[in-house]
């Protein structure tokens, strides 16, 4: 089979098979599949901003024009040995798993073909021409884990010739990871924040990541959203304590379920995955909690959304007809939904 797991596609980027004229870089993480492929593309050796050397092309614009492709890979070059035929934003497009079905069975001989996908499915279209080809490899790019993460962050620091500390470093990873090229982008933010610096340290980090912890009805909606049953009863009693109303708690935790009953709704409807439509979303999600927020639309379906939705309000109701018994009434009705993260997150 022509691909390889996740943890070994950068050890293959580094020393690319040159009997392979086609490569397919898809997942979830759009910025991590994009970041690979242009290390791919610069392995070629061509010059990326050459026209003649370079074709860009759209995976619909591949889809409307049938045998696009085709033509491309067949085409003599004229100012060079090969080309580079690059193929962005691909999906499960018929008309490009028929093109590149048939470069499989007759390669080109001057060209590269190289597509950038999203999530494709397993043993379905494009992947499984790709995956059953011996001139083609398909290559996994998923949302990056704790050790990909600090490679990232250890990458910009080396760059730029800084350190962080040990509990700046822990304060960021909690914020990066859903998307590559996203991360980065936060991670040479806050090493131009520190220029002038030899160390990055915590305060750094808070500053530039907008760490709104101290909040504790925000952390209370995020322990709750988590499945932290622990976390969210410790940050609910300390807001109640310092004189905070139990109706902000539930006001922000149903403002939250309902966005994310929006995003999820696009999920189900589209055959999106979670990170692209965080990526997506209008009003955007603010990065440091774009994690969470994707965690939790994979956690819960729309059904569970909507039973949840409707203990707030009732909830809700219940605090004005009963102010005498508002923190009691919140907190049974939030705790009860922690509970049922916690549940759903161990499926």
Same mark, same amino acid.
């Not at 492929?37 to 070629?44: D, G, L, N, P, V």
């Not at 109706?247 to 709704?265: K, P, T």
């Not at 729309?302 to 923190?327: F, G, I, N």
């Given at each position: 089979?022509?691909?390889?797991?996740?943890?070994?596609?950068?050890?293959?980027?580094?020393?690319? &098979?040159? @009997?392979?004229?086609?490569?397919?870089?898809?997942?979830?993480?759009?910025?991590?599949?994009?970041?690979?492929?242009?290390?791919?593309?610069?392995?070629?050796?061509?010059?990326?901003? &050459?026209?003649?050397?370079?074709?860009?092309?759209?995976?619909?614009?591949?889809? %409307?024009?049938?045998? @696009?492709?085709?033509?491309?890979? %067949?085409?003599?070059?004229?100012?060079?040995?090969?080309?580079?035929?690059?193929?962005?934003?691909? *999906?499960?497009?018929?008309?490009?798993?028929?093109?590149?079905?048939?470069?499989?069975?007759?390669?080109?001989?001057?060209?590269?073909?190289?597509?950038?996908?999203?999530?494709?499915?397993?043993?379905?279209?494009?992947?499984?021409?790709?995956?059953?080809? +011996?001139?083609?490899?398909?290559?996994?790019?998923?949302?990056?884990?704790?050790? $990909?993460?600090? *490679?990232?962050? +250890?990458?910009?620091?080396?760059?730029?010739?800084?350190?962080?500390?040990?509990?700046?470093?822990?304060?960021?990873? @909690?914020?990066?990871?859903?998307?590559?090229?996203?991360?980065?982008?936060?991670?040479?933010?806050?090493?131009?924040? !520190?220029?002038?610096?030899?160390?990055?340290?915590?305060? +750094?980090?808070?500053?530039?990541?907008? $760490?709104?912890?101290?909040?504790?009805?925000?952390?209370?909606?995020?322990?709750?959203?988590?499945?932290?049953?622990?976390?969210? +009863?410790?940050?609910?009693?300390?807001?109640?304590?310092?004189?905070?109303?139990?109706?902000?708690?539930?006001?922000?935790?149903?403002?939250?379920?309902?966005?994310?009953?929006?995003? %999820?709704?696009?999920?189900?409807? =589209?055959?999106?995955?979670?990170?692209?439509?965080?990526?997506?979303?209008?009003?955007?999600?603010?990065?440091?909690?774009?994690?969470?927020?994707?965690? =939790?639309?994979?956690?819960?379906?729309? $059904?569970?959304?909507?039973?949840?939705? *409707?203990?707030?309000?009732?909830?809700?109701?219940?605090? %004005?007809? @009963?102010?005498?018994?508002?923190? !009691?009434?919140?907190?049974?009705?939030?705790?009860?939904?922690?509970?049922?993260?916690?549940?759903?997150?161990?499926?």
């Amino acid at each position: 089979m022509a691909q390889k797991k996740a943890f070994e596609v950068d050890s293959w980027l580094a020393r690319p &098979d040159a @009997r392979i004229s086609i490569v397919l870089l898809y997942g979830p993480d759009r910025g991590l599949v994009s970041e690979r492929a242009k290390a791919f593309a610069e392995k070629t050796g061509l010059p990326l901003d &050459d026209p003649f050397s370079v074709v860009r092309l759209e995976g619909s614009e591949v889809d %409307r024009d049938e045998g @696009r492709l085709l033509d491309e890979a %067949r085409t003599v070059p004229m100012f060079s040995d090969r080309r580079l035929l690059w193929v962005r934003n691909a *999906t499960g497009q018929k008309a490009l798993a028929e093109d590149v079905k048939a470069l499989t069975s007759e390669p080109a001989r001057d060209a590269i073909i190289l597509i950038e996908a999203g999530d494709l499915k397993k043993g379905v279209g494009l992947r499984a021409v790709v995956e059953g080809a +011996d001139n083609a490899m398909a290559l996994p790019c998923y949302a990056d884990e704790a050790r $990909d993460i600090d *490679t990232v962050i +250890d990458d910009e620091l080396r760059k730029a010739g800084m350190s962080m500390t040990l509990e700046a470093r822990q304060a960021l990873r @909690r914020n990066l990871g859903g998307d590559r090229l996203a991360s980065r982008g936060e991670i040479e933010k806050l090493i131009l924040y !520190a220029h002038g610096q030899k160390e990055i340290g915590l305060d +750094d980090v808070r500053a530039m990541s907008g $760490d709104v912890s101290g909040a504790s009805f925000d952390d209370a909606v995020d322990a709750l959203l988590e499945g932290k049953i622990g976390d969210f +009863d410790t940050a609910f009693t300390r807001h109640c304590q310092s004189g905070g109303p139990p109706f902000l708690v539930l006001s922000s935790a149903m403002r939250q379920l309902q966005q994310i009953q929006i995003m %999820r709704g696009q999920m189900d409807s =589209a055959g999106r995955n979670a990170a692209s439509v965080v990526a997506g979303a209008r009003p955007p999600v603010f990065f440091s909690r774009r994690k969470l927020v994707e965690k =939790a639309l994979e956690r819960w379906s729309s $059904d569970a959304l909507s039973r949840a939705l *409707t203990r707030l309000q009732t909830a809700v109701l219940q605090t %004005r007809k @009963r102010p005498d018994l508002s923190e !009691a009434l919140a907190r049974q009705a939030l705790l009860g939904i922690a509970v049922e993260s916690a549940r759903l997150g161990q499926r």
